[in-house]
T-cell receptor, first 111, second 115 residues
Framework: RKEVEQDPGPFNVPEGATVAFNCTYSNSASQSFFWYRQDCRKEPKLLMSVYSSGNEDGRFTAQLNRASQYISLLIRDSKLSDSATYLCVVNPNSGNTPLVFGKGTRLSVIA | DVKVTQSSRYLVKRTGEKVFLECVQDMDHENMFWYRQDPGLGLRLIYFSYDVKMKEKGDIPEGYSVSREKKERFSLILESASTNQTSMYLC??????????????FGEGSRLTVL
């Protein structure tokens, strides 16, 4: 049973393109959701939380669809520096259960 | 700035050796975690701790043990290293504000090679 599923990619896109990643989760009781970014040979870092109403941070937009149990991340006007692996993360929200990580989607932005 | 420090960035050990990976955080976080990350398998949780002297098994605890004697320090122990434990090991911590599901702060990782 895969709790959090992501397309591993790689997504190869030119600079300036818009790219979107989806992630599905299996636990319908999950309440909070996140996108983490991991650069090559670096540790993961929180990119943004995902709220029910959707949220935007500059060129990045995250959305949640509870009915279909998926989360999306949209990156507009891609930069070379956006090249990284994007990890979808779900909080199962059940007692002492840690965050559940997807395996990540790799993005390469090409000049 | 928040900081999670892992004692060794790169280690090379021989099969059967005992290996200690140390992690220290300076954020007064209650929760600490050990993950391993392998290509194609993503991050897998080995053990976590939500308080001093407390430990919980993650998804892949076999072959590992942990120690949390002080709040700021969480150690991962490989009693008898094997080649299939060659991996990148990542330590993380989080505040207890949202249980163990809060924002994780990761260390830079320890790349272990077992020969």
């Amino acid at each position: 049973r895969k709790e959090v599923e992501q397309d591993p990619g790689p997504f190869n896109v030119p600079e300036g393109a818009t790219v979107a990643f989806n992630c599905t989760y299996s636990n319908s009781a999950s309440q909070s959701f996140f996108w983490y970014r991991q650069d090559c040979r670096k540790e993961p870092k929180l990119l943004m939380s995902v709220y029910s109403s959707g949220n935007e941070d500059g060129r990045f937009t995250a959305q949640l669809n509870r009915a279909s149990q998926y989360i999306s991340l949209l990156i507009r006007d891609s930069k070379l520096s956006d090249s990284a692996t994007y990890l979808c993360v779900v909080n199962p929200n059940s007692g002492n259960t840690p965050l559940v990580f997807g395996k990540g989607t790799r993005l390469s932005v090409i000049a | 700035d928040v900081k999670v420090t892992q004692s060794s960035r790169y280690l090379v050990k021989r099969t059967g050796e005992k290996v200690f990976l140390e992690c220290v955080q300076d954020m007064d976080h209650e929760n600490m975690f050990w993950y391993r990350q392998d290509p194609g398998l993503g991050l897998r949780l080995i053990y976590f701790s939500y308080d001093v002297k407390m430990k919980e098994k993650g998804d892949i605890p076999e072959g590992y043990s942990v120690s949390r004697e002080k709040k700021e320090r969480f150690s991962l122990i490989l009693e008898s290293a094997s080649t299939n434990q060659t991996s990148m090991y990542l330590c993380a911590s989080s505040s207890a504000g949202t249980g163990v599901g809060g924002e994780l702060f990761f260390g830079e990782g320890s790349r272990l090679t077992v020969l």
